[in-house]
């Protein structure tokens, strides 16, 4: 990721910065949250509306200034079966898949809350790195083939002249785009680039698909409506019903908070600040809860318009506030001229995204990190692209956490010494848990050891259940061989849990000085001891 920082602005932000840059995510906002809504299979005007309350409320409550939230294609991927068999339910052209979305927005929102209430907004610290870097290369791959649907017209590649035309104009939005902060760095680049080739293509009446033949061309009319009203979801209030929405629910809230989480570490990064990620969560279920009640698609963080706006040099909360309003102004207003924006100048703007979200660091460390770093990376990544954030994350943390624990099983090793008295000492090294138990067992030679073993943890740690139940039988086994096993330098906590597993096996423990662990064989073993030295 060290190849991004040196793409986004260095400046700690400003009104000027936040309202252009606002402007600019606006505008981006406007394709995307139209050509979900079209994944989720519903009107663009709800996911309109989502974009809308999903971005001004998360601004204005979130943890996160600077992060743009909005309808995702993650998000509607789920909503889009949810959508049609709430429509099965109901009676035909009743609408009823979409109230079903509505009231399970409202569930989705309860959970969002309950998680950051409970502070599980932390949990995104277990996700390692490598995963970090795969979601990052996945989500610019998704993004980017995203971008490749806008070259197509009812479902058909564009041919000849016009295929030319826009990638044309693609390339010249890029170049502007990059071409501006060289010339004056606090220029909004993204939002000047649109303007420019939004002119260019009106004043030279260039025949190329903009955002309202685009929104046709998919079903729907314009994106010209009012202000989104109150209404409560109009399902019945059974319990078939909430089984039918639960698991959905379930699905929905993962998926916004994951996606939202790792976007608020992204930034993070970028920014060299620190987000709140509880307070995120919460501001997200408030923001779903809204969209439920008004109307709106829902969703979570964007990681393409967050990074928009980082780059174009929003930093506070003003820039999502100006975003939100400004989308809210199209909607009400100005849609006449928000429709006449060409595609490509939108597909500009994303490819840019693309290029500054993509980890190019990647290249220059897969040669010097773990192989099973590298793993992780090339498994996140791929998931991402094949199936959804939320599966590529899981399956990266237990990639991750297997990868762990298998190395640390590795890490048990003991050293063996006989002292003058005839007593065998195991020292102990390394963690002992489930994963090393196995190993830990092979150290010992029950059957050739002499009368009395000493095993030694001063070194080594105890880390769970299957650890003292290895003690526990290792100890069985010094038994039933009619020796005598003592412990030393175990912690209170194992030296509790071996005591309730004394029905298991009875096994002696030396106290340690270290830990004041007292125990009725101490004085018996202190005292033959001196006796032996005398």
């Given at each position: 990721?060290e190849?991004n920082?040196s793409m986004v602005?260095s400046s700690?932000?400003?009104?000027?910065?936040?309202?252009f840059s606002?402007?600019?995510v606006?505008?981006?906002?406007?394709?995307?949250?139209?050509?979900?809504s079209f994944v989720a299979?519903?009107?663009?005007?709800v996911?309109?509306?989502?974009?809308?309350m999903?971005?001004l409320?998360?601004?204005?409550l979130?943890g996160?200034?600077?992060?743009?939230?909005?309808?995702?294609?993650?998000?509607?991927v789920?909503m889009?079966?949810l959508?049609?068999?709430g429509?099965?339910?109901?009676?035909p052209?009743?609408?009823a898949g979409?109230?079903y979305l509505?009231?399970?927005?409202?569930f989705?929102?309860?959970?969002?809350?309950?998680a950051?209430?409970f502070?599980l907004?932390?949990l995104?610290?277990m996700?390692?790195?490598s995963?970090m870097?795969?979601f990052?290369n996945g989500?610019?791959?998704?993004?980017?083939?995203?971008?490749?649907k806008?070259?197509?017209?009812?479902?058909?590649?564009l041919q000849g002249?016009a295929m030319?035309t826009m990638?044309g104009l693609?390339v010249?939005?890029m170049?502007?785009?990059?071409?501006?902060?060289?010339l004056?760095?606090?220029?909004?680049g993204?939002l000047i680039?649109?303007i420019s080739?939004?002119l260019?293509?009106?004043?030279?009446?260039?025949?190329?698909?903009?955002?309202?033949s685009?929104i046709?061309?998919n079903?729907?009319?314009?994106?010209?409506?009012?202000?989104?009203?109150f209404?409560?979801?109009q399902?019945?209030l059974?319990?078939?019903?909430l089984?039918f929405?639960a698991?959905y629910?379930?699905?929905l809230?993962?998926?916004?908070l994951i996606?939202?989480?790792?976007?608020l570490?992204?930034?993070d990064?970028?920014?060299?600040?620190?987000?709140r990620?509880n307070?995120e969560c919460v501001a997200?279920?408030i923001?779903?809860?809204a969209?439920?009640?008004?109307g709106?698609?829902?969703?979570?963080?964007m990681?393409?318009?967050?990074i928009?706006?980082?780059t174009?040099?929003?930093r506070?909360?003003?820039?999502?506030?100006?975003?939100?309003?400004?989308?809210l102004?199209?909607i009400?207003?100005?849609s006449?001229?928000?429709?006449?924006?060409?595609i490509?100048a939108?597909?500009?703007v994303?490819?840019?995204?693309?290029?500054?979200t993509?980890a190019?660091?990647t290249?220059?460390?897969?040669n010097?990190?773990?192989k099973w770093?590298?793993?992780?990376?090339?498994?996140v990544?791929?998931?991402?692209?094949k199936y959804?954030?939320?599966?590529a994350?899981?399956?990266?943390?237990?990639?991750s956490?297997?990868?762990?624990?298998w190395e640390?099983?590795?890490r048990?090793?003991?050293?063996?010494?006989?002292?003058?008295h005839?007593i065998k000492?195991?020292?102990?090294?390394?963690?002992?848990?489930f994963?090393s138990?196995?190993?830990?067992?092979s150290?010992?030679?029950?059957k050739n050891?002499?009368q009395?073993?000493?095993?030694?943890?001063?070194?080594?740690?105890?880390?769970?259940?299957s650890?003292?139940?290895?003690?526990?039988?290792l100890?069985?086994?010094y038994?039933?061989?009619g020796?005598?096993v003592?412990?030393?330098?175990?912690?209170k906590?194992?030296?509790?849990l071996?005591?309730?597993a004394?029905?298991?096996?009875?096994?002696?423990?030396?106290?340690d000085p270290?830990?004041?662990?007292?125990?009725d064989?101490?004085?018996?073993l202190?005292?033959?001891?001196?006796?032996?030295?005398?």
């Amino acid at each position: 990721m060290e190849s991004n920082h040196s793409m986004v602005p260095s400046s700690q932000g400003s009104i000027q910065a936040d309202i252009f840059s606002g402007l600019t995510v606006a505008l981006a906002l406007v394709p995307e949250a139209v050509a979900f809504s079209f994944v989720a299979g519903i009107s663009p005007i709800v996911g309109l509306y989502g974009a809308f309350m999903m971005c001004l409320i998360t601004s204005i409550l979130g943890g996160r200034p600077g992060m743009i939230s909005g309808a995702t294609g993650a998000m509607a991927v789920v909503m889009v079966h949810l959508v049609a068999e709430g429509n099965a339910l109901g009676t035909p052209g009743s609408y009823a898949g979409l109230q079903y979305l509505f009231i399970t927005l409202l569930f989705v929102g309860l959970l969002q809350i309950l998680a950051g209430t409970f502070r599980l907004g932390k949990l995104i610290r277990m996700v390692p790195r490598s995963v970090m870097m795969g979601f990052v290369n996945g989500l610019a791959i998704v993004i980017f083939l995203s971008q490749l649907k806008m070259f197509k017209v009812g479902g058909e590649m564009l041919q000849g002249d016009a295929m030319l035309t826009m990638c044309g104009l693609v390339v010249l939005t890029m170049a502007i785009l990059l071409f501006i902060p060289k010339l004056w760095s606090k220029a909004p680049g993204a939002l000047i680039a649109i303007i420019s080739v939004s002119l260019l293509v009106t004043l030279a009446n260039i025949d190329t698909q903009t955002v309202l033949s685009f929104i046709q061309s998919n079903g729907g009319t314009g994106i010209k409506a009012g202000l989104p009203t109150f209404a409560i979801p109009q399902v019945p209030l059974t319990l078939d019903t909430l089984i039918f929405i639960a698991p959905y629910a379930c699905i929905l809230a993962s998926i916004g908070l994951i996606e939202s989480l790792m976007t608020l570490n992204l930034i993070d990064e970028l920014t060299d600040t620190h987000g709140r990620g509880n307070k995120e969560c919460v501001a997200q279920g408030i923001a779903n809860i809204a969209n439920g009640f008004f109307g709106g698609m829902g969703g979570c963080a964007m990681i393409g318009q967050s990074i928009i706006n980082i780059t174009s040099g929003g930093r506070g909360r003003l820039s999502g506030i100006t975003a939100a309003m400004a989308l809210l102004f199209f909607i009400l207003f100005t849609s006449q001229y928000i429709e006449i924006v060409p595609i490509a100048a939108l597909v500009g703007v994303m490819f840019i995204v693309v290029i500054k979200t993509f980890a190019w660091s990647t290249f220059k460390i897969m040669n010097k990190v773990p192989k099973w770093d590298v793993v992780v990376i090339i498994t996140v990544t791929f998931l991402t692209v094949k199936y959804d954030l939320a599966i590529a994350v899981l399956c990266g943390v237990v990639i991750s956490a297997l990868i762990f624990a298998w190395e640390n099983a590795l890490r048990i090793r003991a050293r063996k010494f006989v002292d003058e008295h005839g007593i065998k000492h195991y020292q102990i090294y390394g963690p002992l848990f489930f994963g090393s138990t196995s190993l830990f067992m092979s150290k010992f030679d029950v059957k050739n050891d002499p009368q009395e073993v000493v095993i030694d943890f001063e070194e080594s740690r105890i880390m769970d259940q299957s650890a003292i139940e290895i003690i526990n039988k290792l100890a069985a086994q010094y038994q039933r061989a009619g020796k005598t096993v003592y412990f030393w330098h175990l912690s209170k906590d194992c030296v509790r849990l071996i005591e309730k597993a004394e029905k298991i096996c009875v096994v002696n423990v030396l106290e340690d000085p270290d830990y004041f662990v007292a125990i009725d064989k101490y004085h018996e073993l202190q005292t033959a001891t001196a006796s032996e030295a005398a």
